[in-house]
């Protein structure tokens, strides 16, 4: 799993540190998450896991547990489209949003206005392999201004994407791709591209 050594489960095992997040070591495991922390029910978890993580920062919610001042609740789209249409209020009512938190810590770090996140699953293999298919990924829209080389949530016409961002003389802006194999560089006229918000927070299962 993406952030755990080996040297910090060595650490665990042996108790010398106790793991920060149970419901990650859960997860990893799994095992319940009732069973780890009061030794209560039965260990197994039946390989389901009520969290998708790739660390401290963010999980999808579970509706058993409460929401508690350390954590924000942020609605998860099944896609960018949704993402943006929502923010466009052309959204279904009736579409079934999915829940995801974040620690609160986090968004005090990075200074980042609650009311201004969206986020949403990577349908495409533009930005592999750092922002895989599949993965979660969280944007501020109060981060529009580009800063060189940052990923972006954008819309050109009707077409919404995430990509690398960079500043060009005569007001245009370079578009990348991580996987610039299928995805080339493209330059654009500024006025031509819709920059809907900075990506903070990118979430996925390692294989």
């Not at 990509?163 to 654009?188: A, M, T």
Request: charged share 25%; hydrophobic share 35%.
């Amino acid at each position: 799993m993406g952030n755990i050594s080996r040297a910090a489960v060595s650490k665990w095992e042996n108790g010398t540190n106790k793991p920060k997040d149970l419901d990650l070591l859960a997860h990893i495991l799994r095992v319940d998450i009732n069973w780890l922390r009061y030794n209560k029910g039965a260990m197994e978890s039946n390989g389901v896991s009520k969290y998708k993580l790739n660390n401290n920062n963010s999980k999808t919610s579970d509706i058993s547990t409460s929401l508690n001042d350390s954590e924000v609740e942020v609605v998860l789209y099944k896609s960018i489209e949704l993402a943006i249409n929502n923010e466009a209020q052309t959204i279904n009512p009736n579409y079934k949003k999915e829940q995801l938190r974040f620690s609160r810590s986090l968004l005090i770090k990075q200074n980042i206005d609650e009311n201004n996140i969206f986020c949403f699953l990577v349908n495409d293999n533009g930005m592999k392999p750092v922002i895989p298919k599949g993965a979660i990924v969280a944007v501020n829209k109060g981060k529009q201004q580009i800063n060189d080389g940052s990923v972006y949530a954008i819309c050109q016409s009707d077409f919404c994407r995430l990509r690398r961002l960079y500043r060009l003389s005569n007001n245009r802006i370079r578009i990348v791709s991580y996987n610039s194999l299928e995805y080339p560089d493209e330059i654009e006229d500024s006025e031509k591209i819709k920059i809907i918000g900075k990506v903070f927070h990118c979430a996925f299962e390692l294989d």
